[in-house]
């Protein structure tokens, strides 16, 4: 079965951290492109990140500078750091995997909340 795998979710105070990880359960192949999405109740799915194989890093304005986003030595675990979190940050954050010859892959998505 083809799937990622997260963690690393939860409850946190403004100016917090926390570190999501996503990882390849090893049936997806050649990865190129991983990265997370987030998603607040009754808004559409936001790009927060991504990385692609040859290590380009982008990230979504509201984060540049609080967030990190990179990758394993073997490409298939992607790392969302998250410093500084605000309220806002609060969502549902879901990885996905782009490889060759599938169909986007998505994560279970892990809930971050953030509030004191």
């Known amino acids: 079965q083809v799937q990622l795998v997260e963690s690393g979710g939860g409850l946190v105070q403004p100016g917090g951290s926390l570190r999501l990880s996503c990882a390849d359960s090893?049936?997806?192949?050649?990865?190129?492109?991983m990265g997370w999405y987030r998603q607040t109740p009754g808004k559409q799915r936001e790009l927060v990140a991504f990385?692609?194989?040859?290590?380009?890093?982008k990230l979504v304005d509201s984060v540049k500078g609080r967030f990190t986003i990179s990758r394993s030595n073997n490409r298939n675990i992607v790392y969302l750091q998250m410093n500084s979190l605000k309220p806002e940050d609060t969502a549902v954050y879901y990885c996905y995997a782009d490889a060759m010859y599938r169909d986007r892959t998505w994560g279970q998505g892990t809930q971050v909340t953030v509030s004191s």
């Open positions: 090893g049936n997806i192949g050649s990865i190129l492109t």
């Open positions: 990385v692609t194989g040859g290590g380009i890093t």
